[in-house]
């Protein structure tokens, strides 16, 4: 389970669905119903930008749904009863390619949580990786579709993920400018 009411495919069916209503947050510049996403983001070139530099629809589609596929295998719960997954992008990548998926969509798979828990200095050299702009926009999406387990996005934990992401955000504008 992903958290109480959601499986690992759900969650991936889940993050699928925000990426989608996010491309159409891009595609007309408004901003979706409680929704958080950054300012800079909505303005008319980055959000072309962004859109335009995404991997194609299908590759994305299949990361997204499939990306935690292996946290099963790496599921730990700590002496607290907290649930943890060490590793789990590179265990899902594993687990992705085991079962003969796709190199480029492994790749991904195994990239999922880099633009969650990258440094400052390790940004820079993500943003020179073709898929960055998409790894970028999953991880928005990926948090949003998530905001009912941070305890919804006026949470905390949903506003600590999210000004992480726009930090790394504006740095990964800068690079590319």
Not at 131 to 143: G, H, K, N, R, V
Request: proline share 5%; hydrophobic share 40%.
């Amino acid at each position: 389970m992903q958290f109480r009411e959601q499986d690992v495919l759900e969650h991936g069916l889940a993050v699928s669905r925000a990426f989608a209503t996010l491309c159409r947050a891009l595609e007309t510049g408004q901003q979706p119903d409680g929704w958080r996403l950054p300012a800079w983001l909505l303005d008319e070139p980055m959000r072309q930008t962004f859109l335009a530099h995404c991997l194609p629809a299908e590759m994305l589609y299949l990361y997204q749904r499939y990306h935690d596929c292996g946290k099963a295998l790496c599921r730990e719960v700590d002496e607290d009863g907290r649930v943890h997954f060490p590793n789990h992008a590179a265990v899902s990548e594993r687990i992705w390619l085991e079962c003969g998926g796709a190199p480029k969509i492994g790749r991904l798979i195994a990239l999922d949580m880099a633009m969650h828990t990258t440094s400052a200095e390790e940004m820079a050299e993500l943003i020179e990786l073709p898929e960055a702009p998409s790894l970028y926009l999953t991880a928005l999406a990926e948090i949003h579709a998530n905001a009912p387990m941070f305890g919804g996005y006026e949470s905390t934990s949903f506003k600590a993920k999210a000004k992480h992401l726009d930090r790394r955000g504006k740095q990964f504008l800068r690079g590319q400018r």
